[in-house]
């Protein structure tokens, strides 16, 4: 591509006002390449310049690079100026906790962030070095700061890197303040002309410590004998969980070598996000040959926690979200001291919840998905959870996901059925005879063409399918719901990626047999994910 006016005099603009040597140095290297006729540095410039990098609901997110759309010094100072801005117009000045997690530039990029909310009159407390967002969450909400900064990408790939915003209370931002927010950054000015202050203190050790006793306290059973393996994922978890699980009794607890230590890198997997295929087969490796009860995988902040099992047939595998939600619900359903208990999951998550909610006694809710949304969910929370391995166990004390807390409760049921000669898949298999089998699955479907995607929604809402009842959640979210006699399909473009999403869900009731409950639920949703597939790959008209 030819390198046009307005762009290279973007980047001699964006260059004369970063503050940083290095990132000028970069972006200088790649607008004299793009002047120079290179037409792959002029496709680089131009997306570098296409920022500003989107201030979304949770904060911001990208790769590590010079320029606008790119997570850099300049445009975490730029963001943390308009985020100051907008928390003095609201009358929040206070106490803003800011930490960090190992990936590229989180060390300078919280440094900068720090020194921006100090000039600005702020007291700023740095957490001691890289820890888990939950710690963040933590201190926020018990300590009644104004806000929370986490510099961390969570589960993106190791390009990346990112910037978490926690309001009062310790949760995630919401709309209007996520739009307000992404305004008051577009009022400020150049990076180089924010002032800068190192009147920040860092937190001590004592402070970090109080939530590891809150999340030691969190078991209600005694049985501790339980060999645990746990992966970090290359991520800043690992030694916050293993220190956890140990005073809260789990002492036999082996990490995977090879992933226990932060690494930006994250050389042995190619994504690190336990979601993703084979992201986990180090940790199933060392369960087997541990002879373990229990896997744990953490992603690389630690906000969320997968848990893996052996099988019937003696394998290993991951349990899918829903399964440990459901699993977790149950356990804190069955221990909690609430009068008016309150369980929440999304609309994308299985059914299961409400049914086991009833059975206790309890109240449900659904919300539109991410954990911004759910821990809004009403008064008296107890529990939450989500299908992408997002939990929260102790909403009172972390008001978002957090994959730590998730671990110990874990090790808490799993030691408890231990003892009674039972284990996870004989706890699910309770549930699946006590409130019917329900079993979930998901279509995925990338595009390059994103307007294919609104076609495709509009062609479902135009003409739903026969044999479902139809329901558009619009305006609150871009989603439909299509539910029939034991079935339901929730449909909704990706938020985060160019994709169209189908969460898919049978319930099976099970008078018996059920293995063979199992079975006739397996074909429906195997006939069901054919007829969904087929659906949304119709050709638009």
Not at 345 to 356: F, P
Not at 445 to 460: N, P, Q, V, Y
Not at 465 to 485: H, I, K, N, Q, Y
Request: hydrophobic content about 45%; proline content about 7%; overall charge negative.
């Amino acid at each position: 591509m030819s390198l046009s006016p307005a762009l290279r005099d973007a980047a001699f603009r964006w260059i004369a006002d970063d503050p940083d040597p290095d990132t000028r140095t970069e972006l200088q290297g790649v607008l004299a390449r793009a002047m120079a006729g290179d037409a792959a540095a002029g496709e680089d410039l131009a997306d570098r310049m296409a920022g500003p990098l989107a201030f979304g609901t949770a904060g911001l997110r990208g790769p590590v690079r010079a320029g606008p759309n790119g997570m850099n010094r300049a445009v975490v100072t730029r963001t943390t100026a308009g985020l100051a801005a907008w928390l003095k117009a609201n009358d929040r000045v206070g106490t803003v906790f800011v930490g960090r997690d190992a990936r590229h530039g989180s060390e300078a990029f919280a440094a900068a962030g720090a020194g921006v909310l100090a000039a600005e009159g702020f007291t700023v407390r740095v957490l001691p070095g890289p820890l888990p967002t939950p710690v963040l969450a933590f201190l926020v909400r018990t300590r009644n700061a104004v806000a929370g900064v986490q510099i961390t990408a969570s589960h993106n790939p190791p390009a990346d890197n990112g910037y978490k915003l926690y309001l009062e209370g310790g949760g995630q931002i919401v709309p209007p303040a996520d739009r307000e927010i992404e305004a008051a950054i577009r009022a400020v000015p150049a990076a180089v002309s924010v002032p800068l202050s190192d009147e920040h203190e860092t937190v001590p050790d004592a402070e970090v410590d109080g939530y590891l006793e809150r999340v030691a306290s969190l078991p209600r059973g005694v049985a501790r004998d339980l060999r645990v393996v746990l992966t970090p994922m290359h991520g800043v978890g690992g030694a916050t969980a293993v220190e956890a699980l140990r005073r809260a009794g789990f002492t036999d607890v082996r990490v995977v070598r090879e992933q226990a230590v932060p690494d930006p890198d994250f050389p042995t997997v190619a994504f690190p996000n336990p979601e993703e295929p084979g992201a986990a087969d180090r940790l199933l490796e060392l369960a087997a040959a541990a002879d373990a009860d229990l896997a744990i995988a953490l992603d690389p902040d630690a906000d969320r926690c997968a848990l893996g099992v052996r099988g019937r047939d003696g394998s290993w595998r991951m349990l899918r979200g829903d399964e440990t939600g459901v699993l977790l619900g149950s356990l804190v359903l069955s221990t909690s001291d609430a009068p008016d208990p309150l369980v929440a999951t999304t609309i994308v998550s299985s059914s299961l919840l409400r049914s086991i909610a009833a059975a206790h006694g309890a109240r449900y809710a659904e919300t539109l998905t991410g954990f911004k949304w759910l821990v809004r969910a009403g008064e008296g929370l107890v529990f939450a959870y989500e299908e992408a391995l997002g939990t929260c166990v102790d909403p009172g004390y972390v008001n978002d996901k957090d994959g730590i807390s998730a671990a110990v409760v874990a090790c808490d049921l799993a030691a408890g059925l231990k003892a009674t000669g039972r284990d996870l898949l004989d706890a699910l298999d309770q549930l699946a005879v006590d409130h019917g089998l329900h079993l979930t699955d998901q279509v995925s479907l990338r595009f390059t063409d994103l307007s294919r995607i609104g076609e495709l929604m509009a062609r479902l809402r135009a003409e739903p399918p026969a044999g479902f009842a139809f329901e558009d959640l619009l305006p609150e979210a871009d989603v439909v719901r299509l539910t029939g006699s034991g079935v339901r399909v929730v449909v909704r473009p990706s938020g985060t990626e160019p994709k169209l999403k189908a969460y898919l869900e049978v319930v099976e009731p099970v008078s018996g047999d059920l293995s063979a409950a199992r079975s006739r639920a397996a074909d429906r949703l195997a006939e069901l994910r054919a007829q969904v597939s087929g659906l949304l790959t119709l050709t638009p008209r």
